[in-house]
């Protein structure tokens, strides 16, 4: 049972343009969200979190927007760079904090061209 | 702070062999957990230990097990392997008290099983 979903394996995108990496839960108890950004040979670091009292959630380049009701959400990057180029996981703790089991997406894998 | 290490970086071992990998949480963290990544899958959650307590458990057998030392650095063991245990393992560090804070990862120990 994949309670976390990422539909897209892959995304291409202009540099300068914006990326649109998309995600969606089935499991309506989840209410903490997490992107993850994971470059080859590295372990995944943390990107940006969504509380579910909230809808959207900024830092910087990237916003990260959560819909309840329709159980989805979505990172934007913008403007995007060529060093945004990476896997990006969406995950959700089963409980609790953070701190927790994660559950993960597949992961989209984003490349951004010059 | 050097951040959360892992060690090996790579392996190589025969099915029905074991192996022990090992894990040193970032600084000041008290909680690591351990995941199996696939390729083009997510990682998945295996179990987490706290106060040398596993603490929770994901949907793995008993083939896996692990150990929490009292400077909070942990092992993860797997006896009898199979081909299917080829994958990243990675490790992640938190405090159990930020319940919003992000699990920090290490780079992964990349095990392949021949």
Same mark, same amino acid.
């Given at each position: ?26 499991? #309506?108890? *989840? ?29 910087? @380049?990237?916003?990260? *927007? ?9 990172? !934007? ?9 990476? $896997? ?23 490349? $951004?061209?010059? | 702070?050097?951040? $959360? ?9 025969? @099915? ?12 000041? !963290? ?31 057998? =008993? @083939?896996?097990?692990?150990?929490? *030392? ?23 560090? #938190?405090?159990? =008290? @930020? ?16």
């Amino acid at each position: 049972d994949q309670q976390v979903k990422q539909n897209s394996p892959s995304l291409s995108v202009q540099e300068g343009r914006i990326s649109i990496l998309n995600c969606d839960y089935t499991n #309506s108890m *989840f209410d903490y969200f997490l992107w993850y950004k994971k470059y080859p040979a590295e372990g995944p670091t943390f990107l940006i979190s969504i509380s579910s009292i909230k809808d959207k959630n900024e830092d910087g @380049r990237f916003t990260v *927007f959560l819909n309840k009701s329709a159980k989805h959400l979505s990172l !934007h990057i913008v403007p995007s760079q060529p060093g945004d180029s990476a $896997v990006y996981f969406c995950a959700s703790p089963t409980k609790g904090g953070a701190t927790n089991k994660l559950i993960f997406g597949t992961g989209t894998l984003l490349a $951004v061209q010059p | 702070d050097a951040g $959360v290490t892992q060690s090996p970086t790579h392996l190589i071992k025969t @099915r029905g062999q074991q192996v022990t990998l090992r894990c040193s949480p970032k600084s000041g !963290h008290d909680t690591v957990s351990w995941y199996q990544q696939a390729l083009g899958q997510g990682p998945q959650f295996i179990f987490q230990y706290y106060e040398e307590e596993e603490r929770q458990r994901g949907n793995f057998p =008993d @083939r896996f097990s692990g150990h929490q *030392f009292p400077n909070y650095s942990s092992e993860l063991n797997v006896n009898a392997l199979l081909l299917g245990d080829s994958a990243l393992y990675l490790c992640a560090s #938190s405090r159990l =008290d @930020r319940v919003h804070g992000e699990a920090f990862f290490g780079q992964g120990t990349r095990l392949t099983v021949v």
